[in-house]
């Protein structure tokens, strides 16, 4: 037995696993099959959805049949597939090392499934059960060859595919704006136009009120001219 093949396909193939359901069901603080088919739409990756879905499921079913060593090399191609991928679209334009978020890891990622299908996976394996303990070089080069031929077809295919209105934001643009202009925004409305008849109302009572009729002037009053005059002078606090 092989222990070295075995602890990679165990720790790649897991590693993998965990990587697609990140994606598939947002297990382990994942973006989920919503989040992912964002992420597609923001990288061109047309159909978004159902690329999503397709890179969910390589790298979850890819990943377990690394790690039982079963159909290797289509294993190791369908990993190599996603990598390259990544590599294309996010990683490449930062360089290498991955402190920069460059390529460094999904290379490495790349390089350990080749190793496995060139070494084969081992007679504790599915395919070591079937009696295809070791593959061979030829097989991991031609492993190598179709995830990159595959990624590159997706590529170009979701180049040339048109955009995807909705899927950027999840579907839910027109849901929350339909919903926005049937229930609040007619009830706003409808309140503003209550307030403003009240405020209406209330104001042409006032006006009507202060200008119901004429306002009455007050009768003058009258002047007894009989009445004598205070006494001007010796007022001022001598006295």
């Known amino acids: 037995m092989k222990a070295g093949t075995l602890i990679i396909r165990l720790a790649v193939g897991g590693l993998f696993v965990g990587h697609g359901l990140q994606k598939l069901r947002g297990s382990f603080g994942g973006p989920g099959i919503e989040g992912t088919t964002q992420m597609m739409e923001g990288l061109e990756m047309r159909p978004a959805r159902r690329n999503a879905v397709a890179a969910a499921v390589t790298e979850t079913a890819g990943g377990a049949a690394l790690a039982l060593g079963a159909v290797t090399p289509l294993a190791a191609a369908g ?126 009572a006032e006006a009507s009120g202060r200008h119901a009729g004429p306002q009455e002037t007050p009768p003058p009053v009258a002047v007894d001219e009989s009445t004598p005059e205070l006494p001007t002078e010796g007022t001022d606090g001598a006295s």
Not at 152 to 163: F, K, N, Q, V, Y
């Open 79 to 204: 990993i190599t597939a996603t990598m390259i991928t990544a590599i294309r679209k996010v990683h490449w334009s930062n360089g290498f090392w991955t402190a920069g978020g460059g390529w460094e890891f999904n290379g490495l990622l790349i390089a350990a499934a080749t190793a496995v299908v060139a070494d084969g996976p081992g007679r504790l394996s599915v395919d070591g059960a079937a009696g295809k303990s070791t593959w061979g070089l030829g097989w991991a080069v031609a492993s190598l060859a179709v995830g990159a031929v595959a990624s590159t077809a997706l590529i170009e295919a979701g180049r040339r595919a048109p955009s995807e209105p909705n899927a950027a934001n999840g579907g839910s643009g027109s849901d929350s704006t339909a919903g926005a202009g049937d229930g609040s925004g007619s009830d706003s409305t409808a309140g503003a136009g209550d307030d403003s008849e009240q405020n209406s109302s209330d104001t042409s």
